[in-house]
């Protein structure tokens, strides 16, 4: 079971990116997927995440500019980021498990290597 983020990139305050996540492994169907993002000399936060019944649920920091969905067909999770502010920099993961707690990255199994997101004002 692999995960593989793409769509980061450098965007100007305002602007747009959609990030996915292409999955690989038969227990995609019943994975929570998660988005989370890490700044330099920070935690791992979480953004958002989707659960295999299509539970959604955002962050406050990002909630009303970043949308999460899943494409069954293409195993792939995306996240679309509207309205990007300087503070949303940082090297975003997707992870896939079956979390007690979708917050906690500690209930995640599977991680990607990240994909940067750099937001200048």
């Known amino acids: 079971d692999q995960l593989r983020e793409s769509g980061g990139g450098s965007v100007q305050a305002g602007g747009t990116l959609r990030l996915s996540c292409a999955t690989s492994?038969?227990?995609?169907?019943?994975?929570?997927m998660g988005w989370f993002r890490q700044a330099p000399g920070k935690e791992r936060e979480w953004v958002a995440s989707i659960d295999n019944d299509g539970g959604i649920n955002y962050s406050d920091s990002v909630k009303g500019r970043f949308t999460i969905s899943k494409d069954h067909v293409k195993k792939t999770v995306y996240l679309q980021m509207n309205s990007l502010k300087p503070e949303d920099t940082a090297m975003y993961y997707c992870?896939?498990?079956?979390?007690?707690?979708?917050?906690?990255?500690?209930?995640?199994?599977?991680w990607g290597q990240g994909t940067q997101v750099t937001v200048s004002s």
């Open positions: 992870a896939a498990g079956r979390p007690t707690t979708p917050l906690a990255p500690s209930g995640y199994d599977y």
């Open positions: 492994g038969y227990a995609y169907s019943s994975w929570c």
